[in-house]
Antibody, heavy 120, light 110 residues
């Protein structure tokens, strides 16, 4: 059974960089058919797709966030990472990592989510 | 990319059927058979209920079904049960190789 677990600081100051880690267990992060994805959910709001990375290193980002977002992968640690720069209160959200399937068409396994608050 | 359009809320009585719509454009819903639906209970992570418009993952009840016509996809839940009360989100692959979600629909079982 594939499991994903997010980790990282729960509080980030405005203008700083938000950094999160997703650790994958129960399956290989290096399998070709999967797309390691970040999604966020603002308080009492809907889901927002942030982007994904393939184990090969290729990445796609939400155009609205592309200038501030970087997603990286470390296959040796079975981890992938999210960095969001120049954060504001609008980046306060529950951040999920998930596994994308079949050329990024749906998400079959999700982490439990981690809340990140942007505040001074 | 613009969010897909879903009704904010729907409701139904136990045993009834309900349908949730999800409207996009020819660049997402209408252009690909890659619509998925997610169920989210309060405080929980989303769970995929339908993928590729109408496919159910193993373990998902056959009371859940999906379809698509043009730029609009639909999720139908038949034989409504109390445990179906949750938020539902649609998602679609897009022409830019990204994913876009709908705004979510709150299902209330009366």
């Amino acid at each position: 059974q594939v499991q994903l677990q997010e980790s990282g600081p729960g509080l980030v100051k405005p203008s700083q960089t938000l950094s999160l880690t997703c650790t994958v267990s129960g399956g290989s992060i290096s399998s070709g058919g999967f797309y390691w994805t970040w999604i966020r959910q603002h308080p009492t709001k809907g889901l927002e797709w942030i982007g994904y990375i393939h184990y090969s290193g290729s990445a796609y980002y939400n155009p609205s966030l592309k200038s501030r977002v970087t997603i990286l992968v470390d296959t040796s640690k079975s981890q992938f990472y999210l960095k969001v720069s120049s954060v504001t209160a609008a980046d306060t959200a529950l951040y999920y990592c998930a596994r994308g399937r079949d050329a990024n068409t749906y998400l079959d396994y999700w982490g439990q989510g981690t809340l990140v608050t942007v505040s001074s | 990319q613009s969010a897909l359009t879903q009704p904010a809320s729907v409701s139904g009585s136990p045993g009834q059927s309900i349908t949730i719509s999800c409207t996009g454009t020819s660049s997402d819903v209408g252009g690909y058979n890659y619509v998925s639906w997610y169920q989210q209970h309060p405080g929980k992570a989303p769970k995929v209920m339908i993928y590729d418009v109408s496919n159910r993952p193993s373990g998902v009840s056959n009371r859940f079904s999906g379809s698509k016509s043009g730029n609009t996809a639909s999720l139908t839940i038949s034989g409504l049960q109390a445990e179906d009360e949750a938020d539902y989100y649609c998602s679609s692959h897009t022409i830019s190789s990204t994913l876009v979600f709908g705004g979510g629909t709150k299902l209330t079982v009366l």
